[in-house]
């Protein structure tokens, strides 16, 4: 396994590992064939910052299996360590309006910092011990699509997770792009033309269902209605 902390770039292919987690051993990609995954890690068990993200992507597990998509963890803290964290949160952990949360994903133990290091979740001049809050989204091949980085100090937002998670679901299904801050339902943006000569028929006559702001430009109704 790598032990550099040099993290997998967009477009490749996820580092592989075999990992010791609250459900048992997990192999990555092999144990989530054809799914997608969202992982990210946390600097501490029994952190409060933490707790609220932990709280919050368990509350929306289904959300994400029904768009395919599995959720894992980890942080550089033992499994017995994850179990009584976990555990504290269903039993005691109230936090706007969640209450007797369980976290049923796999949260990995990562005390020899390998999968950390594999994934470049721990930045030295942030702290030597603990991964920092990154998020690496994997499509069913395991090519990592995006990579969202947060400070130690500052909780991740999980509705932003999954609208990006949706974004690329509808890239990918009907070869479009999103605008800024597009939500389910939005116009999207149809791939601008490779020629003159199109360009110009984009302009000129534009299609029935499009909007053309200018040659590069053109929108359209969400396919499916973003659904």
């Known amino acids: 396994m790598c032990n550099e902390s040099r993290m997998p770039l967009i477009g490749e292919k996820a580092p592989e590992f075999v990992a010791e987690t609250t459900q048992g051993t997990v192999h990555f990609p092999q144990d989530f064939k054809g799914k997608w995954v969202i992982f990210f890690s946390h600097p501490a068990d029994f952190t409060p910052v933490c707790t609220t993200e932990f709280m919050t992507f368990a509350?929306?597990?289904d959300e994400f299996d029904k768009l395919?998509?599995?959720?894992?963890?980890?942080?550089?803290?033992?499994?017995?360590?994850?179990?009584?964290?976990?555990?504290?949160?269903?039993?005691?952990?109230?936090?706007?309006?969640?209450?007797?949360?369980?976290?049923?994903?796999?949260?990995?133990?990562?005390l020899t910092m390998e999968v950390s290091k594999a994934f470049g979740m721990l930045q030295p001049a942030a702290s030597s011990t603990q991964a920092v809050r990154a998020v690496f989204i994997m499509d069913p091949k395991a090519i990592v699509r995006a990579i969202l980085y947060y400070p130690l100090s500052n909780g991740r937002n999980m509705d932003e997770v999954k609208?990006?998670?949706?974004?690329?679901?509808?890239?990918?299904?009907?070869?479009i792009a999103t605008p800024a801050n597009w939500q389910i339902g939005d116009d999207v943006i149809v791939p601008p033309p490779g020629s003159c000569g199109s360009a110009k028929e984009r302009v000129e006559k534009p299609a029935s269902?499009?909007?053309?702001?200018?040659?590069?430009?053109?929108?359209?109704?969400?396919?499916h209605g973003g659904k």
């Open 209 to 223: 269902d499009t909007k053309v702001l200018d040659w590069f430009i053109a929108l359209k109704k969400c396919p």
């Open 163 to 175: 609208r990006l998670l949706i974004a690329m679901q509808h890239s990918d299904e009907h070869g």
């Open 68 to 110: 395919n998509c599995k959720l894992l963890g980890l942080s550089i803290d033992s499994t017995y360590s994850h179990i009584a964290w976990l555990r504290t949160i269903k039993e005691k952990i109230q936090y706007k309006g969640m209450k007797g949360i369980e976290v049923n994903f796999p949260v990995i133990s990562d």
């Open 59 to 61: 509350s929306m597990a």
